[in-house]
């Protein structure tokens, strides 16, 4: 896996990659004689950006101090997630989410209070979202971006009709 900041070509990226190991491979007698093979799995892609203050970041930051009492720290991450997609849909988006550490590891944790509290800020950005349309209707017939390039509909369910995980018998 590589990963790239805004504006690196992939194929640069990966040619600089194949140089070092040619490079380092050119040292070795052994290695000369075998020379290894970069092989690239997984996804790679330029990386995005989004502006600070895009609508989606402050209110997400004013969710997350209404909740923490704090502003979040604004950080770039060479991760690739599901913001890319709609960023280069010309959909703006934010990666928030709770404290977690290894993530896709063997030992993946997140930190339980982290959970609640981006849920409350959630809820928090979403209560705004309702009350600036109560008090200004015309505002519904505006198309919302939070997030999919291309409609959704998702049909309600009562909740008894969700999927449950049956209890375990002890």
Known sequence: RIALCPGQDVALLRARVERAVAGAA?????????????????????????????????????????????????????????????????????????????IHGIDERVHLPSVTATAQAFAVQVGQRSTETMHEPERLAEPVRVGLPRAVLVERQPLEQLHRVPRQSR
Not at 39 to 53: L, M, N, P, S
């Open 26 to 102: 050119a040292e070795d007698p052994w290695l000369e004689r075998h020379p290894p093979r970069v092989r690239y799995d997984g996804f790679a892609g330029q990386g995005i950006e989004v502006a600070h203050d895009e609508p989606i970041v402050v209110a997400m930051q004013a969710a997350h101090a209404a909740v923490s009492g704090s502003e979040p720290e604004l950080v770039p991450t060479t991760a690739t997630t599901d913001a890319r997609v709609f960023v280069e849909s010309g959909v703006p988006a934010v990666c928030f989410g709770p404290h977690a550490e290894r």
